[in-house]
Nanobody, 128 residues
Framework: QVHLVQSGGGSVQAGGSLTLSCAASGNTDGTTCMSWFRQSAGSKREGVAV????????YYADSVKGRFTISQDNAKYRVYLQMNSLKLGDTAEYFC?????????????????????WSQGTQVTVSS
């Protein structure tokens, strides 16, 4: 079992920045990919960014490319999402997720079912 605890989030004006962090603990052996998803009211959960823990390759949703950056620290099982130039459309609940035994690709952004473990979620609200 992998336990994911995230922090950060909150409210910010459009154009501002926020950073989310997520720490994995427990049986992290076999964790190959960590990711960020988000879900706004009335919408399905969508992938924002993924990072493969070995090699650090990253993939982003088109809607956040050039504005968001996913990164990991040397321990590999703590990841960050730096969000810049935030827009009203970025308002959502954000979740950290982990996948075991398989790497992630750009296609992973389109299927939350590929992730094995989830954090509790945190709200990000962008206002004008």
């Amino acid at each position: 079992q992998v336990h994911l605890v995230q922090s950060g989030g909150g409210s910010v004006q459009a154009g501002g920045s926020l950073t989310l962090s997520c720490a994995a603990s427990g049986n992290t052996d076999g964790t190959t990919c960590m990711s960020w998803f988000r879900q706004s009211a009335g919408s399905k959960r969508e992938g924002v960014a993924v990072i493969n823990t070995d090699g650090g390759s990253t993939y982003y949703a088109d809607s956040v490319k050039g504005r968001f950056t996913i990164s990991q620290d040397n321990a590999k099982y703590r990841v960050y999402l730096q969000m810049n130039s935030l827009k009203l459309g970025d308002t959502a609940e954000y979740f950290c997720a982990a996948r075991r035994y398989a790497a992630c690709s750009s296609g992973s952004l389109h299927s939350s079912a590929l992730m094995d473990f989830w954090s509790q979620g945190t709200q990000v609200t962008v206002s004008s």
